[in-house]
């Protein structure tokens, strides 16, 4: 059974730092295209920010360029998301995904998600 499990948010200022992980279990994730979304308070989900293909490109959406970085290590069945200089308007639920068909826009095609993790950017 695949399962998603991110950590690593939490609180923090306008224009610092955080760095969220994902960890896969019950497959290895090289076989997976590993992506992260959000979703803000009263909004629909955003994403994919990121995504971390199985032949280990990257695909940044534009919310994330510049500031996200995506990266995964397979040897660790982890996949994270730096985040820098983050903005308020970053708050939300953190959530992995991992798709099967490699890397996509298309929603459907992450057949595994995490529970998600919070990420609240206030002063």
């Known amino acids: 059974q695949v399962k998603l499990a991110e950590s690593g948010g939490g609180l923090v200022q306008p224009g610092e730092p955080l760095k969220l992980s994902c960890i896969i279990s019950?497959?290895?994730?090289?076989?997976?295209?590993i992506a992260w979304f959000r979703q803000a308070p009263g909004k629909e989900r955003e994403g994919p920010l990121c995504i971390a293909d199985d032949d280990g490109q990257i695909y940044n959406g534009d919310s994330a360029k510049g500031r996200f970085t995506i990266s995964r290590d397979n040897s660790k069945n982890t996949v994270c998301l730096q985040m820098d200089s983050l903005k308020p308007e970053d708050t939300g639920v953190y959530y992995c995904?991992?798709?099967?068909?490699?890397?996509?826009?298309?929603?459907?095609?992450?057949?595994?998600w995490g529970q998600g993790t919070q990420v609240t950017v206030s002063t």
């Open positions: 019950g497959v290895s994730a090289k076989y997976y295209a």
């Open positions: 995904a991992a798709s099967p068909s490699g890397a996509t826009m298309i929603v459907e095609e992450y057949r595994y």
